[in-house]
């Protein structure tokens, strides 16, 4: 049984920095490439970052690239997302994901998190 569990979310000013965690569980998690998405209120979820199992590979979205870095750890397995300059546009729940079932990173994620709730408010 994969579990995904996200921690870090919370409300924050613009201009403003979180660093969200993503920590997983189960057999052989530490081979998976691993991921970031949100999902804004009203709005389809959106794939914002991803780390492929051994780390030589990052991809991050247009929307975040320069303000964001996906990482991780793989003892324990850990993946972070860091997040700089923070806007109101970077609401939303920022969900973590992992096993990338194809070619990393435009792949279907076969495990997730529930997300954590990022919001970004003056």
């Known amino acids: 049984q994969v579990q995904l569990v996200e921690s870090g979310g919370g409300v924050v000013q613009p201009g403003g920095s979180l660093r969200l965690t993503c920590a997983v569980s189960?057999?052989?998690?530490?081979?998976?490439?691993m991921a970031w998405f949100r999902q804004a209120r009203g709005k389809e979820r959106e794939y914002i970052a991803a780390?492929?199992?051994?780390?030589?590979?990052?991809y991050y979205a247009d929307a975040v690239k320069g303000r964001f870095t996906i990482s991780r750890d793989n003892a324990p397995n850990t993946v972070f997302l860091q997040m700089n300059d923070l806007g109101p546009e970077d609401t939303a729940v920022y969900l973590c994901?992992?096993?990338?079932?194809?070619?990393?990173?435009?792949?279907?994620?076969?495990?997730w998190g529930h997300g954590t709730q990022v919001t970004v408010s003056s």
């Open positions: 994901a992992a096993r990338c079932r194809g070619s990393f990173p435009t792949c279907p994620w076969e495990y």
């Open positions: 189960g057999r052989s998690t530490s081979t998976y490439g």
């Open positions: 780390v492929s199992w051994g780390g030589a590979n990052i």
